[in-house]
Nanobody, 119 residues
Framework: QVQLVESGGGLVQAGGSLRLSCAASGSGFSINTMGWYRQAPGKQRELVATITNGGNTNYADSVKGRFTISRDNAKNTVYLQMNSLKPGDTAVYYC?????????????WGQGTQVTVSS
């Protein structure tokens, strides 16, 4: 079974930075598009950023210019570098990956990591 394990969340002051990591474990799989989503209390989960196999990236307008998504294919890991954090960025951040396993595609979600930005 493939699992996505997230790390790097925490409490940071406004203007600070955090780096989230998400590593896929298992065997016999390949990773297609990877991304980060977030969900604040009382709100729907929203897309933050995605990155394709070819390295093409997309960002939500609210984080564009502040967040950077990247991936290390050798480590099966996706990162989210978050700079100039704002209180509005406070949310649970979820890693997402579309994974090919035994000739089928599956969507996997990480367990979520809390990011809290204080003013």
């Amino acid at each position: 079974q493939v699992q996505l394990v997230e790390s790097g969340g925490g409490l940071v002051q406004a203007g600070g930075s955090l780096r989230l990591s998400c590593a896929a474990s298992g065997s016999g799989f390949s990773i297609n598009t990877m991304g980060w989503y977030r969900q604040a209390p009382g709100k729907q989960r929203e897309l933050v950023a995605t990155i394709t196999n070819g390295g093409n990236t997309n960002y939500a307008d609210s984080v564009k210019g502040r967040f950077t998504i990247s991936r290390d294919n050798a480590k099966n890991t996706v990162y989210l570098q978050m700079n100039s954090l704002k209180p509005g960025d406070t949310a649970v951040y979820y890693c997402n990956a579309v994974i090919s396993l035994r000739a089928y595609n599956y969507r996997y979600w990480g367990q979520g990591t809390q990011v809290t930005v204080s003013s």
